[in-house]
């Protein structure tokens, strides 16, 4: 018997008075025995409260106190409660200490909350709750997609549960060699594929959405399509132009920060750490700046640096002790006279053998072309680039989109009716996100979860990236404002958007500023439809409990953070809801649908290194001399690591056929009853083809280098529409995969 049904939409017609009432539901439901109460559903009229009708006040009000439960108990499928919780659930200390990981938020450790499951907790650890099968999301952010097979998420679990344990039975049992033996071999995953013995096949039966992937059709298990940056070039990404081009146009475009000062000094502590100042001198530099000196670079804004120094520092000592070897890294680029930058010192520090009280031991690399020194400076880029993985993974992506939007989510449903004009503007832009959050805590950033075995910081990953949480400042998160702090951008009333970027030709920040501006102009409007004053917005009780509870509830452990919106004027609600579907939208695309274009080709982002650099007179030394393809194969990701994360990836770079992107919106005209917000909406999708034209057209001139660079593969990340399937382009509403 069927215990529930998907309803999308209600219509009412020839209703006296009335004509035509259109409820736009998108909503589950269940046998009335499952709830306390009756469902409530609204028309689709927008009311502020001060102007909701007098009889739909108490149901108004009481939907939201259904909304919000009363915060005890253990959660069923079928319920619709929103409540916060911390991340208590990444680890099961139950399995052994191994599997168990700290508490993140309300700690030491800050975090933004995830949604409450209110699941039993572990016999050895009170704190932890113990993990299941099923994760409970309140159900209506479980959507009904069109197919279910179309749900990437499902893609993701089946690699968790099919893919990783016959890929271990198969390094395991010696049916596939540990390693690569030379780049041709790397090369061969997107020719040839992954051929195991059809008894191995028999155990998995693959879901339509990993049909591409994974084959059980004879001897070929898994065969991955080519990556952007090898179709054109396959050894571009061994140029030094690329790897530059890389922290302007790649899949982490938004970390390069200008170098103010010289050489660049640590924020650790010297009484623990020791002194880290980088041990790059001018001699390194100057050489390569075209008769400038390092302060004249500096004052002409033409030096940069990709600092991966201090948040690794405090943790590499323990990450060292494992399989893998690494190092914090600083490198330097100029910015050439032609526009594009170039890398000109790499700086790799590892922990003192003595203690970290004495500092790091530090190595500074340079170019180099020929020989076994220029292997030695792509195994620099390398370990560079393990870094720049890492933090894109755990930080740019998942704690700075995925993580910080959650507590939003949950603030917004407990707050604000469905019929609040507010809701109405963020709903579109949370699509999806608490369902994908949810399986990412039981599959990917998990105790011994595809994350922690397939990137660097392994066991560290998450409680590193609450140490960096502890720096998150919500208001920076507008690009705009990104632009200053990190210094690539200056104030400039005549220029567009206010800032002139001080590199002109930066994709990633130059499309963005196109897309923030279309994002902003909608929500001003929007916002003026509905508030004639500050006073009305200082008067809306539902949007006072939505932001207090937000600030110091959902990100609780920032609230005493001076830079939050205080949400008293009309200014500060358009800010920080352009901010909210900037992250949701654009920045989320920018980081997350490169990531196999760029990533799925390993040798040009390696997560992990395994082995220190060679030094000179060593055996290893001499190996890469002899045989360099297989000795810097030796040290990124292994071949079984780099087959999780390929198979992953692919799965994240792709967009579902049921995506709604920016400009677009699930019901067509019906969602609201009101003309101007609809006229409004209509103009911002209009503007929004007229940036994806501008951007195409970009992409065609030809004196814009670092638009297609050495890899020949234009920057199409924000690039608003996208067809479904692995495009490298298309901006969805929301965190949906």
């Known amino acids: ?55 739909l006040v108490k149901y108004r009000e009481e939907e939201l106190k259904n909304l919000r439960g009363d915060g005890t108990g253990e959660r069923k499928e079928y319920d619709r409660i929103y409540d916060y919780d911390v991340y208590n659930d990444l680890g099961n200390p139950d399995s052994g200490d191994n599997y168990a990981r700290p508490v993140l938020g309300g700690s030491t450790l800050p975090y933004p909350r995830r949604g409450r499951t209110g699941r039993a907790k572990t016999n050895k650890d009170p704190n ?139 924020k650790l502590d010297a009484q623990a750490y020791g002194d880290h100042t980088c041990i790059i001198t001018n001699e390194h530099l100057e050489p390569y700046l075209g008769g400038l000196t390092v302060e004249q670079a500096i004052q002409n804004k033409t030096l940069f640096i990709l600092d991966h120094h201090d948040y690794l520092i405090p943790y590499l000592r323990s990450i060292n002790a494992t399989t893998t070897k690494a190092y914090a890294t600083r490198t330097i680029f100029f910015l050439k006279n032609d526009g594009t930058l170039t890398p000109l010192a790499i700086e790799l520090s590892k922990p003192h053998p003595q203690g970290e009280e004495y500092g790091p031991v530090s190595v500074v690399y340079v170019p180099a072309s020929e020989g076994v020194a220029a292997y030695i400076w792509l195994l620099a880029k390398a370990y560079v680039v ?47 996100t608490m369902n994908i959050n949810s399986l990412a805590r039981k599959a990917l950033v998990n105790a011994d979860g595809i994350i922690e075995q397939t990137f660097l910081w392994g066991r560290y990953a998450l409680e590193m990236s609450a140490v960096i949480y502890k720096d998150w400042v919500f208001t920076d998160q ?63 009780p539902e949007l006072q409990a939505w932001w207090k509870e937000l600030v110091e509830v959902g990100h609780g452990d920032l609230k005493a953070k001076p830079w939050w919106q205080k949400m008293q004027t009309r200014e500060e609600l358009i800010e920080a809801s352009a901010t909210l579907i900037w992250i949701a939208s654009a920045l989320h695309a920018a980081v997350n649908f490169g990531q196999y274009p760029y990533g799925g080709y390993i ?35 292994g071949k079984k690591e780099t087959l999780i994360d390929l198979t992953v990836i692919e799965i994240l770079s792709r967009h579902t056929s049921d995506e709604f992107y920016l400009g677009q919106r699930d019901g067509g005209d019906y969602w609201t009853s009101d003309a101007g917000p609809l006229e409004a909406f209509k103009r911002f999708g209009n503007k929004l083809a007229e940036i994806e034209q501008k951007l195409t057209q970009r992409n065609n001139d030809e004196t814009l280098t670092n638009r297609t660079g050495p890899a020949n593969m234009p920057y199409t990340l924000l690039y608003p529409s996208s067809e479904e399937g692995l495009t490298f382009r298309g901006i969805p509403n929301s965190i949906s995969i």
Not at 8 to 18: G, Q
Not at 609 to 626: H, N, T, V
């Open 1 to 55: 018997m069927q215990v529930e049904f998907y309803l999308k939409s209600l219509t009412l017609e020839d209703i006296p008075n009335h004509g035509t009432i259109h409820f736009v539901c998108n909503s589950w439901v269940y046998n009335s025995k499952s709830y306390k109460t009756d469902r409530i559903f609204f028309a689709n009229n927008t009311y502020l409260p001060s102007g909701t009708p007098a009889p």
């Open 386 to 432: 393990v870094n720049d993985s890492c933090y894109h993974q755990l930080v740019s992506h998942w704690l700075n989109t995925h993580a910080v939007v959650e507590p939003f989510i949950i603030a917004t449903n407990r707050h604000l009716s469905v019929v609040h004009p507010i809701y109405k503007l963020l709903f579109p832009h949370y699509r999806d």
């Open 603 to 637: 040798l040009n982002r390696p997560t992990l290194s395994r082995r220190f650099m060679p030094e000179k007179g060593s055996a290893e030394y001499e190996a890469l001399a002899k045989n360099p393809e297989k000795e810097f194969l030796k040290t990124i990701t």
């Open 128 to 266: 932890s709750e113990k993990p299941s099968d099923f994760v409970y999301i309140p159900r209506d952010e479980a959507f009904g997609h069109l197919k279910s097979s179309d749900f990437l998420t499902y893609g993701l679990k089946s690699v968790a549960q099919d893919v990783l344990p016959v890929l271990t039975d198969a390094f395991d049992g010696n049916i596939l060699s540990l390693e690569f033996d030379n780049f041709a071999e790397v090369r061969k995953l997107y020719e040839g594929g992954i051929t195991l013995p059809t008894n191995f096949l028999s155990k998995i039966a693959p879901l339509p959405v990993l049909k591409e992937i994974l084959r059980t059709d004879g001897e070929q298990f898994l065969k991955y399509p080519p990556p952007k940056v090898m179709q054109v070039d396959k050894s571009a990404w061994m140029t030094d132009e690329e790897f530059a081009r890389e922290t302007i146009a790649g899949v982490n475009p938004n970390v390069i920060k200008i170098l103010e000062e010289f050489p660049p000094r640590s």
């Open 478 to 540: 507008a690009l705009p404002a990104d632009l200053l702090k990190r210094g690539v951008a200056v104030e400039d009333p005549s220029a567009p958007h206010g800032i002139r970027l001080v590199i002109d030709d930066y994709p990633y920040a130059s499309d963005g500023l196109e897309i923030w501006a279309a994002i902003k102009s909608w929500v001003e409007e929007y916002v003026a439809f509905y508030y004639k004053s500050d006073e009305a917005l200082q008067q809306d």
